[in-house]
């Protein structure tokens, strides 16, 4: 993956989103991570509405999104961003604790990319965010706004 | 002469024939050719429609190409950047020179006559090969268009034709469009567009494409035009006229005109997708038609050859009936001459006499029976007046009659006169003949004197025997040996209403077809049988005797029948009969027993016995005493008793004859009688009795088994109620009074239609009386089973609930019932029971729904700091794995104590996060725990004075508002039903979060009241607070859910109002505008 990719990591739990980037680091990532505490705060940087920071036109960028969040929860986020025209091609990977089945069917019908339960056990919680690192090493992710993949 | 005319008049009829025929085929010659005409003239259309489509397609695809070259240099990215270079080095050669290298190969093999670049103000840029004018106003359209325009036709000063296409070059910097300039490609349509027009064009044919356009009031040709050498964009015609071309440009497709030359031409025209184009494919008429005059040529040849062989068909047929007609001719004279021959034979050896008179009546001629009868010979009677020959009288009137003239000639009888003297009596006919001119009378003269004798005999016979047979009491009639009858007479004729003459002259067996007695005896007859047998006719009867009659020689002649009326000797004979007969089968076949009895009197005349003296086979089988044994021996003797039976009785009815009846057990036997008596004249009775024995046992079971049912009827359980047609009560049982709430005085004549029954349906809706089980079965005749419905039981003023059974009655030899009857158990208590369980279920359900998202909740947010716990505990692990590693080789104090400021920090950090999450932990265990006991906790409802719990909970807040200084009023309120405790807790938490989302900038306010509308209640508790977005209205009643984080609170507050209010049978929802507040309304039963 581009080094330029910037990786959003959206969790109400300020310790999980800690957890996950520094793991990420561990990986071998050294992108920019930019950390949401609820689904409102990245809808307003990714659809640019709301109080700054916004997203970039010529920047790509992948979404890690917890499901269960104050206000707008995860769900809700990805509903939007699949019916957003310019969005819809942006990666979302849900990471969130629930392995609830009919929860992951429904991410995956609204169209996520990806679903990774949180293990509460820490040495498989590495082990899970170091195989998301190095998946995310690979992965080909295209402009938010543009045809051009990089 | 008759056939001549005919011969005439055939030949007339076949020169008509044949000039009908001749037109006939013509016509059909010039339809035929017409028709070719118009399917040449369409079939012509169709291709230059085709035609049209070609061009129009290669047309539609060079325009196509030409944009997409176009497209393709424009879109080039390099060449953005290269124009910009260009503009910017004031039009440096070099980077012209480079700019036009690229694309020269690509204009080359693509024969475009010269492309060029422009500044969107209309400056040169670059050009290729030579230098390029764009056309007046393109660069500036297409600028303004901002996409592909293309210049019409036009003649550069040189005279040639040219095309011009322009596109935008566009750079797009953050998505806004820059125009850099335009690409314009000169296109050369000698070499490009004609090309493609000629592309149909043919030596042989007059087919041509030309395209137009409408300039003002004339058509311009834009292409160069075939016949009349003439260069493109130069000729042109007015607008108005035949020309196709204008045809066109006025919007018709299908044309008949003339072209440019003036020649008239078919053509099909279409509107191309270049603005103001039109084209035009055209082909001269002369061409369409000339194959048709081939055809048109073989038409007329045929149409001559088929005139031709109609004309000689026609005469040879007229020839063919003239020939026939002279043969005709000839036989019939051949014909005529024969009959002559034998009329001449006839006349002279004829039996009758044939005298013939000239005008003057003069004998002329006369044959060889006339001369011998009238007995003179042939020399003296020619010339003779016919009148000496008869008598005086018949010449009177023979002059009467022949002064009438009749051309048919005169009948008479009369006597004439011998040369001897005598005379005799003749039958003459005599007519006008004319041979060769001269006119004549023939006379023919029958001898008829003999058969005048017989005659008079004859009918002096036949009075006499009319008078006889005209008397005869019965009928007498006579039929010929074919059956024809030749007398009818006779008294009886009349008294059956026929005339004596009606069927005279009839056939017997056509008469009497009908009679096969009467025809069969006529055959007998007439074959010599004598018969006798009886008819009936019209209601009479008749006893006939056929008798054959014959002649001298003893050969039948025919039959002579005398019938004798015998109606009335048959109708008095057959009543008798019949009565016997009737009487004898009642007799013998009646169910009574009947005995005919004579009554014995002692010597003073007293009855002391009776003897039976017949009795019917019925009497043997009830009584079982054989007929033989008993007739003729005293009633003592037959039943075996000292003293006759119901001696006093029978005595009675035969002296008075006043019937009698009785019933009677007659011991003897051991069975029971019904016996009526009637008497038969002095001294005789008739016994009437039938065996009541078995009607007396069944009435007795009857009466036994109706006693049983009324008891049942009486003690069951279930109600039973009979009902008429209508649907009527006629009887009910007291379980059925019971059930209904009615005494049987009450419900007696109500009908299922009735509205105080009140029925319905299990579903709560009204059952009309005609969808009454009962209505049903008595209106279908099939009995309905197990309906459940609703009946209203008046004393108790709610609905009783039934399943009902409704059976038909239909009686014997009936289809359809009279009556039902229903019976029907009461089943309002297991039917609340049941109710009851539905409830509770739905309740169930609703609870594991809600376990449900708990154990959902819980699964995600206990989990979340647990995940905090672990990872941070393990990080801090490696941490402390990592210092470790770090201080074993390190001697440097000034390092170690670096390194463990930097582990404190960490460490401090994820015990930061550690701690949270515990008491994160904690605080969602407690709310579980706060949640499970609401549901334990025991529910006592009573009136609550809410004025009082709100005064009080607005009380417990005091402090905190006194911080915020909101105003909070409260309007009287209505009391409810409900648990203080649980409520007070209700409104503590509905207020606390007024309190907590009101708006710092505006001074809050808080208002509550209530309204009860008698079923509930129902408190509004109103703020001016932030309010809350329609997508999340729902939420806030959820289970740890918590709009804003940044506010205290456990997710819990709305999620335990909810339950309470549910265990309240109450409930909460809320109204909300984000930005000005928000409503809730709290429901609850009323008092």
């Known amino acids: 993956m581009n080094n330029e990719v910037v990786i959003l990591i959206t969790d109400d739990d300020e310790g999980h989103s800690l957890l996950i980037e520094k793991n990420l680091r561990r990986a071998g990532l050294v992108n920019t991570m930019?950390?949401?505490?609820?689904?409102?705060?990245?809808?307003?940087?990714?659809?640019?509405?709301?109080?700054?920071?916004?997203?970039?036109?010529?920047?790509?960028?992948?979404?890690?999104?917890?499901?269960?969040?104050?206000?707008?929860?995860?769900?809700?986020?990805?509903?939007?961003?699949?019916?957003?025209?310019?969005?819809?091609?942006?990666?979302?990977?849900?990471?969130?604790?629930?392995?609830?089945?009919?929860?992951?069917?429904?991410?995956?019908?609204?169209?996520?990319?990806?679903?990774?339960?949180?293990?509460i056990d820490y040495d498989r919680f590495v082990e899970t965010i170091a195989k998301l690192g190095l998946f995310l090493m690979v992965v080909q992710v295209p402009m938010v706004n543009g045809d051009n993949f990089q | 002469m008759a056939h001549k005319l005919i011969t005439v008049s055939s030949s007339w009829k076949s020169i008509v024939l044949f000039l009908f025929m001749s037109v006939g085929i013509a016509l059909a010659g010039?339809?035929?050719?017409?028709?070719?005409?118009?399917?040449?003239?369409?079939?012509?259309?169709?291709?230059?429609k085709n035609l049209n489509h070609l061009v129009t397609v290669e047309l539609e695809n060079w325009r196509q190409e030409t944009h997409l070259d176009l497209q393709l240099i424009a879109s080039n990215l390099v060449l953005a950047e290269e124009i910009v270079q260009v503009r910017s080095s004031s039009l440096n050669p070099a980077l012209q020179h480079a700019l036009l290298d690229r694309i020269s190969g690509y204009i080359k093999s693509r024969e475009y006559r010269r492309i060029g670049f422009f500044t969107p103000d209309g400056h040169i840029i670059a050009c290729y090969p030579d230098s390029l004018h764009p056309a007046p106003g393109l660069v500036m359209r297409t600028i303004s268009a901002d996409s592909i325009l293309s210049s019409d036709l036009y003649r550069m000063p040189d005279g040639t034709p040219s095309l011009q296409m322009a596109s935008p070059v566009v750079e797009y910097i953050n998505s806004k469009p820059i125009h850099l300039g335009v690409l314009v490609l000169e296109v050369d349509p000698t070499i490009r567009i004609y090309p493609l027009l000629n592309s149909i064009s043919m030596e042989a044919s007059s087919i041509e494409a030309l395209i137009a356009r409408r300039e003002g009031?004339?058509?311009?040709?834009?292409?160069?035009?075939?016949?009349?050498?003439?260069?493109?964009?130069?000729?042109?015609?007015?607008?108005?006229?035949?020309?196709?071309?204008?045809?066109?440009?006025?919007?018709?497709?299908?044309?008949?005109?003339?072209?440019?030359?003036?020649?008239?031409?078919?053509?099909h025209a279409s509107r191309l997708s270049i603005p103001g184009w039109y084209l035009v494919v055209k082909m001269d008429e002369d061409e369409v038609f000339s194959s048709l005059e081939k055809i048109s040529w073989l038409a007329g040849l045929i149409v001559f050859s088929l005139v031709v062989a109609a004309g000689a068909g026609i005469g040879l047929y007229a020839k063919q009936q003239a020939a026939r007609s002279y043969r005709q001719q000839l036989q019939d004279e051949l014909d005529r001459k024969a009959l002559v021959r034998h009329y001449e034979y006839l006349t002279k050896y004829a039996y009758d006499m044939i005298v013939l008179l000239d005008g003057h009546a003069q004998i002329v001629e006369l044959n060889e029976a006339a001369l011998t009868s009238f007995g003179y010979s042939d020399e003296d009677?020619?010339?003779?007046?016919?009148?000496?020959?008869?008598?005086?009288?018949?010449?009177?009137?023979?002059?009467?009659?022949l002064a009438v003239r009749s051309p048919a000639g005169i009948v008479l009888e009369g006597w004439f006169r011998r040369k001897n003297g005598e005379q005799f009596c003749g039958e003459m006919g005599m007519r006008p003949i004319e041979i060769e001119g001269s006119q004549y009378q023939q006379a023919v003269i029958r001898d008829i004197s003999e058969r005048r004798r017989a005659e008079g005999n004859l009918r002096e016979n036949e009075a006499r025997l009319?008078?006889?047979?005209?008397?005869?009491?019965?009928?007498?009639?006579?039929?010929?040996?074919?059956?024809?009858?030749?007398?009818?007479?006779?008294?009886?004729?009349?008294?059956?209403?026929?005339?004596?003459?009606?069927?005279?002259?009839?056939?017997?067996?056509?008469?009497?077809?009908?009679?096969?007695?009467?025809?069969?005896?006529?055959?007998?007859?007439?074959?010599?049988?004598?018969?006798?047998?009886?008819?009936?006719?019209?209601?009479?009867?008749f006893e006939t005797q056929f008798l054959p009659y014959r002649d001298e020689t003893g050969s039948i002649l025919g039959v002579l029948s005398l019938s004798d009326n015998i109606t009335e000797r048959l109708q008095i004979e057959d009543r008798l009969r019949r009565t016997e007969v009737r009487l004898h089968s009642l007799?013998?076949?009646?169910?009574?027993?009947?005995?005919?009895?004579?009554?014995l009197y002692d010597e003073s005349g007293i009855p002391n016995n009776y003897t039976i003296y017949d009795v019917n086979p019925q009497y043997e089988s009830i009584l079982g005493i054989g007929r033989e044994t008993i007739l003729n021996k005293p009633a003592t003797e037959v039943y075996g008793v000292d003293i006759p039976p119901y001696l006093k009785e029978f005595s009675g009815v035969a002296d008075t004859g006043k019937p009698y009846h009785f019933e009677t057990y007659f011991p003897p036997m051991d069975k029971h009688f019904y016996i009526s008596v009637a008497s038969l004249g002095r001294g005789q009775f008739a016994t009437i009795f039938i065996d009541i024995s078995e009607r007396r046992k069944m009435e007795t079971q009857l009466r036994e088994n109706e006693q049983k049912f009324r008891v049942l009827f009486e003690t069951i359980e279930q109600g039973v109620v009979y009902q008429d047609r209508d649907g009527a009560i006629l009887s009910a049982n007291p379980a059925a009074e019971r059930i209904l709430g009615l005494t049987f005085e009450q419900m007696t004549g109500r009908t299922s239609m009735d509205p105080r029954w009140r029925t319905i349906r299990p579903d709560g809706s009204e059952l009309s009386g005609d969808d009454h089980p009962s209505m049903i079965a008595v209106r279908t005749g099939k009995p309905q089973r197990g309906v459940c419905l609703g009946v209203f039981h008046p004393q108790q003023e709610k609905h009783r609930w039934v399943i009902v059974d409704a059976v038909p009655i239909i009686k014997e030899n009936e289809t359809m019932p009279e009556q039902t009857y229903a019976f029907f158990v009461d089943i309002t208590e297991s039917k609340e029971a049941e109710a009851k369980i539905l409830t509770l279920n739905s309740e169930l359900v609703e609870k594991n729904k809600e376990l449900e998202q708990i154990v959902y909740i819980t699964s995600h947010d206990l989990r979340s700091p647990l995940v905090n716990i672990?990872?941070?505990?393990?990080?801090?692990?490696?941490?402390?794995?990592?210092?470790?590693?770090?201080?074993?080789?390190?001697?440097?104090?000034?390092?170690?104590?670096?390194?463990?400021?930097?582990?404190?920090?960490?460490?401090?950090?994820?015990?930061?996060?550690?701690?949270?999450?515990?008491?994160?932990?904690?605080?969602?265990?407690?709310?579980?725990?706060?949640?499970?006991?609401?549901?334990?906790?025991?529910?006592?409802?009573?009136?609550?004075?809410?004025?009082?719990?709100?005064?009080?909970?607005?009380?417990?807040?005091?402090?905190?508002?006194?911080?915020?200084?909101a105003t909070i009023n409260v309007a009287p309120l209505p009391n409810c039903s409900a648990d203080e405790l649980l409520l007070n807790q209700v409104f503590s938490n509905v207020l606390d979060n007024a309190l907590k989302f009101l708006v710092p900038e505006r001074p809050g306010l808080i208002t509550i009241d209530g309204i009860d509308n008698g079923v509930d209640v129902t408190y509004r508790i109103t703020d001016n607070g932030i309010g809350i977005p329609p997508e999340f209205q729902a939420q806030i009643f959820e289970l740890f859910r918590r709009l804003d984080v940044s506010k205290p609170g456990d997710g819990l507050g709305l999620t335990i109002c909810t339950k309470i209010l549910q265990r309240l049978n109450g409930n909460i929802r809320l109204t909300s505008t984000p930005g000005a507040g928000t409503t809730f309304h709290i429901t609850l039963p009323s008092l």
């Open chain 1, 34 to 119: 930019l950390r949401f505490a609820d689904g409102e705060d990245v809808l307003n940087f990714l659809l640019r509405t709301g109080p700054a920071p916004h997203r970039d036109s010529h920047v790509a960028y992948l979404l890690l999104l917890d499901i269960r969040m104050p206000r707008v929860d995860g769900v809700e986020v990805l509903r939007q961003i699949k019916a957003d025209h310019d969005l819809k091609k942006m990666p979302v990977i849900m990471i969130t604790t629930t392995d609830d089945p009919r929860e992951i069917e429904n991410c995956h019908d609204l169209g996520c990319n990806s679903y990774i339960a949180k293990p």
């Open chain 2, 30 to 48: 010039i339809a035929f050719y017409l028709q070719q005409r118009n399917y040449v003239t369409a079939d012509k259309h169709q291709d230059l």
């Open chain 2, 217 to 267: 009031d004339s058509v311009l040709y834009m292409s160069p035009i075939r016949f009349d050498n003439i260069p493109a964009l130069t000729r042109r015609v007015p607008l108005s006229g035949d020309v196709v071309a204008a045809q066109a440009a006025r919007g018709l497709y299908v044309l008949h005109g003339v072209d440019y030359r003036g020649k008239p031409v078919f053509a």
């Open chain 2, 381 to 401: 009677i020619k010339h003779m007046s016919f009148d000496c020959l008869c008598s005086d009288e018949l010449k009177r009137r023979m002059d009467e009659k």
């Open chain 2, 466 to 541: 009319r008078i006889l047979v005209s008397n005869y009491p019965g009928i007498i009639s006579l039929v010929d040996r074919n059956g024809i009858v030749k007398l009818s007479e006779g008294r009886c004729l009349k008294e059956i209403g026929i005339e004596p003459d009606a069927s005279i002259g009839k056939s017997i067996f056509d008469s009497y077809a009908s009679i096969p007695s009467v025809t069969s005896s006529i055959r007998a007859a007439l074959a010599g049988e004598e018969s006798r047998s009886i008819q009936t006719f019209q209601g009479f009867s």
């Open chain 2, 587 to 599: 007799f013998n076949n009646m169910n009574e027993g009947v005995a005919l009895h004579r009554v």
């Open chain 2, 870 to 965: 672990e990872g941070f505990s393990k990080e801090m692990n490696r941490e402390l794995q990592d210092f470790a590693d770090a201080v074993r080789h390190e001697k440097d104090p000034e390092v170690i104590h670096k390194r463990l400021v930097e582990m404190q920090k960490e460490a401090s950090a994820s015990f930061g996060y550690i701690f949270a999450s515990t008491a994160k932990m904690d605080q969602l265990l407690a709310g579980l725990l706060k949640i499970s006991r609401l549901g334990r906790v025991v529910i006592t409802p009573r009136q609550v004075d809410m004025n009082h719990l709100v005064k009080s909970v607005i009380d417990t807040m005091e402090y905190r508002n006194q911080k915020l200084g």
